[in-house]
Structure formats: structure tokens, C-alpha cells
């Protein structure tokens, strides 16, 4: 059987409605002639006829009944859903899914996520934290956050936040027990709590001052995951951390852990908000896009 075409399906539908070819054509503005050669490659597809055609009338066929009885709530469903992406596509509404690290979540994406909900609550807004780089298109995501330099050709970024700063932080305590490194290469002897990312590689540190930049491998008893993790550690006496400023700052201002190292830690680029190149976005991830743009102003 050749393939059907659901618009003839709706033009048959639309011809019952309406009773005849003229009247059907007029409502979609085109001749009664387009209406029935429609209607004739339609019951040439099926191999059946679906209408009694007479000069003053047209009257379903015993076929053509029964597909009208299974056609009109299909329809009614195919106009619903043309609608409801009416309303995705005109008013801020469904629900948004981006994928981003932890230190993008806790610091800049809720923040914005929770200011963003106040201000269009007819978006539901979901959050995955993930370390790991991921399809996000394959994934489902409408977007994602990561570094500029993780990011596919083929995205738009905007970006989010201010620029970061890594901490080298520990406790009076343990600083008081240990000593106080002045440059990088004090670390050697010292606890360092690592970092194992989700693939499995231990995290590097990396060190700036002037010209000089130096990278270490960092030893220690204490390996953990998260920098929520490193910071309760630290904070317990267990070591230096090396975690995001912003996770450091209020445990900082409190003096339960003090920063060292200071000098030779280098800025970097701040998150990049990236999302696929495509024309066609929801309205909801339009009016994200602009509330982030706003707030980076």
C-alpha cells in the first residue's frame, strides 16, 4: 500500500464536516478541484473508497465511516499537541533540563535557577550534576555548563558567572602542626587531600606567580570526590584542600580554615552557559537565555 499522507487524512475528515467538496475548499481557501483529487489519491492509497459522491452531496462509505470514527479523536489529539507547542514555543512553559558540574550548580546555576523560577513560574526547571563531559543533545538536556575549552563547535555559549579561583586551604590546627607552605614546592611532606574525578584520574594543582607556573601531582592518606568532601576534611584537621574560593570563603571569613598559597594561585575563565545551534528554541529556554544575559551584565 502506497504511504498516506496525514494531511489528506485531515481534508477527508474536513469534507464530512463541512458536507461537500465546495464548502471544504472554501474554508481552506483553495478550488474544489484540489479537494477532490486530494480525495481521489487518498482512496487510491487506501484501495478503497471512502465517499458516495452525488451532484448535490457527499456521504460517507461504510470504510469511510469506520476510518472517521478512528480519524476524529486522532486529529483532535495531533491538534492538541500542535497546540501545546504552540504555547512551549509562545510562552514560557515546560520544563527546562541542563546538565552542569557541582561548582557550577552550587555557586552560579541555582542562584539564577531559583531567581529565574520566581520570575516565570510556569517553567519546571531540572538540574544534573555531572563532572563528566556528556552529549547533552543525546542526553535530552536543553543545555549545559562546562569550561570554554570543553566545548563542541557546533554550540552557542554564553557566558556565566565570574571568573574562578582555585583555594588552597587547611585548618589553624593543622597548620600549627604541619607549617605553613610559602611557595608550591613546600607541599612535598605535607597531607594533601586528592581529588578522584568520576573516569577515574586523580586531579592535578596547578600554581602561578609572574612567569613561573608549576603543576603537582599532590600526595596524601585522604582521597575524596566532591569539594563538599575536601572542605569537611580540611575543616577536621585532615590536610590542605584544594577547592573552588567561593566553597572556602564563608569557612575562611569564620577563621575555621585558612587560605595559604594565595600568590601563586592563577584566574581562570568563568562557566560558560552552552546550548545546540538550532533555530527553533522553546520559549522557556529563550527567556533563560535572556534572564542569564541580564545577569551578567
Not at 45 to 69: D, F, Y
Not at 142 to 168: N, S
Request: net charge neutral.
Amino acid at each position: 500500500m502506497p504511504s498516506v499522507r496525514l494531511d489528506h487524512l485531515e481534508i477527508f475528515a474536513l469534507i464530512v464536516r463541512c458536507g461537500g467538496f465546495r464548502a471544504a475548499a472554501a474554508e481552506r481557501g483553495v478550488s474544489s478541484s484540489v479537494m477532490s483529487q486530494t480525495m481521489g489519491a487518498l482512496e487510491q492509497a487506501l484501495g478503497i473508497r471512502l465517499l458516495n459522491r452525488t451532484t448535490r452531496s457527499v456521504a460517507t462509505t461504510e470504510a469511510g465511516e469506520r476510518l472517521l470514527q478512528r480519524l476524529r479523536p486522532a486529529l483532535d489529539d495531533v491538534r492538541l499537541a500542535l497546540a501545546e507547542l504552540d504555547q512551549l514555543r509562545d510562552r514560557p512553559s515546560g520544563t527546562l533540563r541542563i546538565n552542569a558540574p557541582g561548582p557550577a550548580v552550587d555557586h552560579v546555576l541555582c542562584p539564577l535557577a531559583f531567581a529565574f523560577m520566581e520570575a516565570y513560574p510556569d517553567v519546571n526547571v531540572e538540574i544534573i550534576s555531572d563532572a563528566a563531559i556528556v552529549d547533552i543533545v543525546e542526553q535530552g538536556f536543553d543545555a549545559g555548563v562546562r569550561f570554554g575549552q570543553h566545548l563542541a563547535k557546533d554550540m552557542i555559549a554564553v557566558p556565566l558567572g565570574r571568573p574562578l579561583r582555585y583555594a588552597i586551604v587547611a585548618s589553624p590546627d593543622y597548620l600549627l602542626a604541619r607549617g605553613r607552605p610559602e611557595v608550591p614546592a613546600d607541599l612535598v611532606g605535607h597531607d594533601c587531600i586528592r581529588r578522584r574525578y568520576p573516569g577515574g584520574a586523580l586531579a592535578t594543582w596547578a600554581f602561578e606567580k609572574a612567569s613561573e607556573a608549576v603543576e603537582i601531582a599532590p600526595q596524601g592518606r585522604l582521597t575524596l570526590s566532591s569539594a563538599h568532601q575536601e572542605l569537611q576534611a580540611a575543616v577536621a584537621g585532615r590536610g590542605l584542600a584544594h577547592v573552588f574560593d567561593d566553597y572556602a570563603q564563608a569557612s575562611i571569613e569564620a577563621g575555621t580554615l585558612v587560605e595559604v598559597l594565595a600568590d601563586w594561585s592563577p584566574r581562570l575563565p568563568n562557566w560558560f552557559l552552552y546550548y545546540p545551534n538550532k533555530r527553533h528554541s522553546s520559549a522557556a529556554m529563550r527567556a533563560f537565555l535572556e534572564f542569564v544575559r541580564k545577569s551578567t551584565r
